[in-house]
């Protein structure tokens, strides 16, 4: 293989790679659209050259074939006045009008084919164009559609890095966050309430106890008012430690006593 024709090919791989990648369906369909219009104009300016020249053919063919009757009326006058050569003479002219008018039958026979077949083409063409118009709107829909989708998963795929969702994450990290900390000021400030009734339900309790017991006191002995039951038993206890002594002392006296009589 020669060196131009790899880069021929290098070259023509490349363009067709552009190409490719520069289609865009939409404008393509919208181009190909135009082009089958332009045909079907083209198409149409033929069909109507094709028709003209038919009728002037057909003009044509029915001169040369009025001309060749006439002159046929006319040799038949000549022969009937006996002027025979006169006779003869119309019917050579009959005769080339003849000609004429079998040769232009013959191309008008073609001519009228022609037009027929280019007006089946016509046909045909108009049929194809309102077809591949609604195929076009169609293509052209779905091709819309598909952008939208792999936008769509484009902008989905990307979302999950993009800054906006970072900022998203963070700020709801924030509010969590926040909402915690609410939270916790709620149940600081529950407890801190619960512990201020504690102190005073405990108050009460103890100047309730107060009162009960100065009732009580207010109700016992007069040497005894100021004393709590447990001091007044102390003090019974205290008075017989102390008289217990006195006897013994006595006792002892008395022994000396008898001990010296003897």
Do not use: C
Request: glycine share 4%; proline share 2%.
């Amino acid at each position: 293989m020669g060196l131009f024709d790899r880069i021929s090919r290098v070259v023509r791989a490349n363009v067709n790679d552009l190409v490719s990648k520069a289609e865009d369906p939409e404008k393509v369909l919208e181009q190909a659209v135009i082009d089958m219009q332009e045909d079907l104009i083209q198409l149409r300016q033929a069909v109507a050259q094709s028709i003209a020249s038919q009728k002037r053919t057909e003009q044509q063919y029915n001169q040369n074939q009025s001309q060749a009757n006439t002159w046929q009326q006319r040799a038949q006058l000549a022969l009937q006045k006996g002027d025979e050569t006169l006779a003869r003479q119309a019917l050579e002219r009959k005769k080339g009008y003849m000609d004429a008018a079998n040769a232009l039958k013959v191309q008008l026979d073609s001519q009228s084919g022609q037009v027929d077949t280019l007006k089946r083409s016509l046909i045909a063409l108009e049929g194809k164009i309102s077809e591949a118009k609604t195929k076009k709107n169609m293509l052209k829909a779905r091709a819309q559609a598909a952008k939208a989708q792999e936008q769509l998963q484009s902008a989905v795929s990307n979302i999950g890095t993009s800054s906006a969702m970072g900022a998203f994450e963070r700020m709801e990290e924030k509010v969590l966050n926040q909402e915690a900390r609410a939270q916790a000021a709620h149940e600081l400030a529950g407890a801190d309430l619960e512990s201020q009734f504690f102190s005073l339900e405990a108050g009460s309790d103890v100047e309730d106890e107060l009162e009960a017991m100065k009732r009580q006191l207010g109700g016992a002995a007069p040497n005894q008012a100021s004393l709590p039951a447990s001091e007044v038993n102390i003090a019974d206890t205290t008075v017989q430690s102390t008289a217990q002594p006195a006897a013994v002392d006595a006792e002892l006296e008395e022994l000396k006593k008898q001990l010296d009589g003897l």
